[in-house]
């Protein structure tokens, strides 16, 4: 070949390299043009004493936003979750909130683990005018926080009282006793919750014990104290993690037939598995019923528990939940305009949700309006639904 | 309910020793904070933990591989973190912080290979049975932890007293260079002080992690504190003042609990601390020695 083909041959190839040059900016182009990206923060205790629950919750968020973009209901509008680790630490939740909403600017905030991480962050959120969805936190007062801050679970005094009334109803009960771990502010402030509780239903409180750090693990000065009392009801409020060790420790201090009562977060892995046959006839209150035959929910835990090798519970399932009503409300607000999607969380009205028997939720005063249901621990480790 | 709590003491004060003691081997010899010692003492457990699990590995080997490991772990991070700086005079700070970077790294490892999760041994590793005597009850785990400490106690004894490597151990503890010039292989012997050490950090950990059903990667953290507090209390490099001073602590956390002031339980342990620091800062045992060169 000579020099004329050499020639051609370069000329060839630059044609084909300019051709392939084009076409992929034309791709990334329609990609760009037809897409438009929405960030969302997802900040979570990924590690320290609450990671336990933050890693359940984050597997079941990618699965949720997995499920969003599969569904197509947000249509040109694409998802992009941020992961960020609050570390369990009231500091770093700050710091995290501040990075999602000002260095990586997102659109909303969707997540949160533990209470005393909302009461520091969520303020943060609020003064930073991002719109944000606590998915987990339970203390009372989340929904006053401001109007860019709302709730998809609620808070659980109301149902621990409900729970209190319920059991007193039968006239079974007439002694009772608190276990609370005094540093979590979640359980500080249901302390006296569940003992005025306790007392309007003349139920008298005959031992009150602390635990001082969501670290201990070892409860059997605090329950030999109790088990003298011989209470027939105890609320243990620990964090998960600590509520299956302390069951066992319970039965073992002499415990064996009180009846032990505490918030959403007995219906967690942990707990089934730890506890065991001690957790027998324990009773606690929950939003979502991990057999519901919505649509939702079964795509869910059938996903969840192929993916992972286990069945969700009550932080997966919260995790899940609270992304699936991000999803419907950044399709009301119709892109990632912050102040949109505020105005949508305020106005949207019914959603859909995983949690209930219907199917169906709306905002009141910010929180998601939601009845509980009763549950009371097996041996074996499954739950039954009380009437 | 007083001899019930009398008990709990000195169990929970058992529970202490166990950790303290492997955490006193490489202070006393050494003069090096291990601080990742509550990491080594979560990573054992989950070794253990993960050959029944996984390998239906019945308990007692499995205590024996956590121990192994420990022990191990201790080595390597005596090889490539601590000798390395102690070669090059490194201060008593340098091998603290070097210490601190090595216990977030395990922890890091273990929380990732854990996936954050809590588990528990599997039910009946050890017999669940339970002895009753008037208001008194002890658990099998319970009796289990006061032998090991007693025996870890009785085997510590005769180790640093009536071995070679023991000897050679309290020779370094007095004077590293006149340890060398008696020909005694000081980096041997660091060696395995840390492999003791991680040992016992491995034997608590599996212990500890049955008798409070729960094993996760920040299991060991709630006691580097006290373990230190029993130290400083005890005295460096004294184990039976180790062993004293953990029942101290194990009692009057208990104890403080029972008269209702639970809540202040760490400031009477620490006020304690404070108290002995301030009369007797060679702890109960301590004794009153040239600084080493």
């Known amino acids: 070949m000579g020099w004329n083909g050499s020639t051609m041959k370069q000329s060839r190839m630059r044609t084909v390299a300019l051709a392939s040059m084009f076409a992929g900016a034309m791709s990334f182009m329609s990609?760009?043009?037809?897409?438009?990206?929405?960030?969302?923060?997802?900040?979570?205790?990924?590690?320290?004493?609450?990671?336990?629950?933050?890693?359940?919750?984050?597997?079941?968020?990618?699965?949720?936003?997995?499920?969003?973009?599969?569904?197509?209901?947000?249509?040109?509008?694409?998802?992009?979750?941020?992961?960020?680790d609050d570390q369990s630490s009231q500091p770093t939740g700050i710091n995290v909130t501040q990075q999602l909403a000002l260095r990586d600017q997102v659109s909303a905030i969707v997540g949160y683990t533990a209470s005393n991480i909302c009461q520091a962050a969520l303020p943060v959120a609020q003064e930073l005018k991002v719109p944000t969805l606590n998915g987990d936190c339970v203390v009372d007062g989340l929904g006053k926080i401001g109007n860019y801050v709302y709730n998809t679970v609620r808070p659980s005094d109301r149902f621990l009282e409900q729970l209190v009334a319920k059991i007193a109803a039968g006239g079974k009960f007439k002694t009772g006793a608190v276990l609370f771990q005094r540093e979590n502010p979640l359980f500080a402030n249901l302390a006296p919750v569940v003992t005025a509780a306790f007392e309007k239903a003349g139920i008298k409180v005959v031992a009150t014990e602390t635990v001082t750090s969501g670290a201990d693990a070892d409860f059997s000065a605090q329950l030999t104290n109790i088990a003298g009392a011989k209470p027939d009801v105890l609320a243990i409020l620990l964090l998960g993690g600590q509520t299956?060790?302390?069951?066992?420790?319970?039965?073992?201090?002499?415990?064996?037939?009180?009846?032990?009562?505490?918030?959403?977060?007995?219906?967690?892995?942990?707990?089934?598995?730890?506890?065991?046959?001690?957790?027998?006839?324990?009773?606690?209150?929950?939003?979502?019923?991990?057999?519901?035959?919505?649509?939702?929910?079964?795509?869910?835990?059938?996903?969840?528990?192929?993916?992972?090798?286990?069945?969700?519970?009550?932080?997966?399932?919260?995790?899940?939940?609270?992304?699936?009503?991000?999803?419907?409300?950044?399709?009301?607000?119709?892109?990632?305009?912050?102040?949109?999607?505020?105005?949508?969380?305020?106005?949207?009205?019914?959603?859909?949700?995983?949690?209930?028997?219907?199917?169906?939720?709306?905002?009141?005063?910010?929180?998601?309006?939601?009845?509980?249901?009763?549950?009371?621990?097996?041996?074996?480790?499954?739950?039954?639904?009380?009437? | 309910m007083l001899l019930q709590q009398l008990l709990n003491g000195i169990v929970a004060g058992s529970v202490y020793a166990l950790f303290a003691l492997g955490f006193n081997m490489v202070l006393g010899a050494l003069n090096i904070l291990n601080v990742a010692q509550g990491a080594i003492f979560a990573m054992s457990a989950f070794v253990a933990f993960y050959a029944m699990k996984l390998y239906a590995v019945p308990f007692v080997l499995a205590l024996l591989l956590a121990v192994i490991a420990g022990g191990l772990i201790n080595m390597i991070l005596e090889m490539i973190v601590f000798r390395p700086l102690r070669a090059r005079g490194g201060s008593p700070m340098s091998t603290l912080v070097a210490s601190i970077g090595a216990s977030m790294a395990l922890l890091s490892v273990t929380q990732k290979l854990s996936g954050s999760q809590i588990e528990r041994f599997p039910f009946n590793s050890l017999?669940?049975?339970?002895?009753?005597?008037?208001?008194?009850?002890?658990?099998?785990?319970?009796?289990?932890?006061?032998?090991?400490?007693?025996?870890?106690?009785?085997?510590?004894?005769?180790?640093?007293?009536?071995?070679?490597?023991?000897?050679?151990?309290?020779?370094?503890?007095?004077?590293?260079?006149?340890?060398?010039?008696?020909?005694?292989?000081?980096?041997?012997?660091?060696?395995?002080?840390?492999?003791?050490?991680g040992a016992l950090g491995g034997l608590a950990g599996v212990l500890l992690g049955v008798m409070f059903n729960s094993v996760h990667f920040l299991m060991g953290e709630a006691y580097v504190l006290k373990g230190f507090a029993a130290i400083v209390i005890g005295g460096f490099g004294s184990v039976a003042g180790v062993v004293v001073a953990s029942m101290l602590i194990g009692l009057s956390e208990v104890f403080s609990i029972m008269i209702g002031i639970g809540a202040f339980k760490d400031v009477v342990i620490f006020g304690i601390l404070f108290c002995f620091l301030i009369l007797r800062p060679n702890g109960m045992f301590g004794r009153d020695e040239e600084p080493r060169p």
Request: net charge negative; with cysteine.
């Open chain 2, 127 to 197: 017999p669940d049975t339970q002895w009753i005597a008037g208001d008194v009850r002890v658990t099998f785990i319970q009796l289990l932890v006061l032998v090991t400490t007693a025996c870890v106690l009785i085997g510590s004894y005769i180790l640093l007293n009536r071995t070679k490597l023991g000897k050679a151990i309290r020779t370094m503890a007095f004077n590293e260079r006149i340890a060398r010039m008696l020909g005694i292989p000081t980096a041997g012997v660091a060696r395995w002080t840390f492999f003791i050490s």
């Open chain 1, 31 to 84: 990609v760009a043009a037809g897409a438009e990206e929405i960030k969302i923060g997802v900040p979570l205790s990924l590690t320290g004493p609450v990671a336990f629950a933050g890693v359940k919750m984050r597997d079941a968020m990618e699965i949720a936003f997995e499920h969003v973009a599969e569904t197509g209901m947000l249509g040109d509008l694409k998802l992009v979750p941020i992961y960020m």
């Open chain 1, 244 to 387: 299956g060790p302390a069951f066992v420790q319970a039965r073992q201090a002499g415990l064996t037939d009180t009846i032990f009562i505490g918030v959403q977060n007995f219906d967690s892995d942990e707990v089934r598995r730890v506890a065991g046959e001690a957790a027998k006839d324990a009773l606690y209150p929950s939003q979502w019923i991990a057999e519901s035959p919505l649509e939702n929910n079964k795509r869910f835990v059938e996903e969840y528990t192929k993916r992972f090798n286990r069945e969700p519970d009550t932080f997966s399932a919260n995790g899940y939940n609270s992304v699936l009503m991000l999803a419907q409300i950044i399709k009301k607000a119709g892109g990632g305009d912050r102040e949109n999607i505020r105005e949508a969380m305020e106005t949207i009205g019914d959603m859909d949700t995983i949690f209930g028997t219907d199917g169906k939720t709306r905002f009141e005063d910010r929180l998601v309006a939601l009845t509980p249901f009763f549950f009371e621990m097996q041996p074996d480790g499954t739950v039954k639904r009380l009437d």
